[in-house]
């Protein structure tokens, strides 16, 4: 519930309560991957890799059998990324990771939000439509998602919205 409700501070955009409220999960229960995951986006919402690079360190010590060296594999390339070329190498070392996953543990919704924050918007949206087609889990909060917001104004991402009935004001 507390990750859920880091989450909810993520994509209202305040990323220190969603810090906060994910650390305060994390010091409930240590292994809970979904705090993780809201912990490492708020991070890297605010620009600091660094710290998001030592969350997904951090989880995945919980992770057993060889989707733990799969896990630390990804996070080195992220690191080497980041020491790279910055914010650009973090990005798209987490779109290579994302497309070395199976096609059934890919990720198109994190590899819309990887491309656009490379500035791919038309690669992204193609993803997006990917996401959407395969019900992928978390689809419904593309209008919401911060890592998205570079998409706001492009025609097909409103037309996305409109047709999965995501285009309301509120």
């Known amino acids: 519930m507390m990750s859920d409700s880091a989450f909810a501070y993520f994509q209202a955009r305040d990323y ?3 810090i906060a409220q994910a650390k305060r999960a994390l010091e409930l229960d240590p292994t809970w991957r979904f705090a993780y995951g809201a912990l490492g986006a ?3 919402a605010r620009g600091d890799y660094d710290s998001a ?3 997904y360190s951090t989880a995945s010590r919980n992770i057993n059998g060889p989707d733990r060296q799969s896990e630390l594999e990804d996070i080195d390339l992220m690191r080497k990324g980041l020491r790279s070329e910055g914010a650009k190498g973090y990005w ?3 779109l290579e990771a994302a497309r070395r996953r199976t096609n059934n543990e890919r990720e198109h919704l994190f590899m819309a939000i990887c491309l656009a924050q490379l500035g791919d918007y038309q690669r992204a949206i193609d993803e997006l439509e990917k996401a959407v087609a395969a019900d992928e889990s ?3 909060t593309i209008k919401v998602e ?8 492009e025609p097909r991402f409103q037309a996305l919205l409109a ?6 004001e509120f």
Request: hydrophobic letters at 45%.
């Open 16 to 18: 220190d309560a969603a």
């Open 42 to 44: 708020a991070y890297e």
């Open 53 to 55: 690079i030592e969350t």
């Open 92 to 94: 798209k070392a987490s």
């Open 138 to 140: 978390g689809f419904g």
């Open 146 to 153: 911060p890592m998205l917001d570079l998409l706001k104004n």
């Open 163 to 168: 047709r999965i009935g995501l285009l309301t």
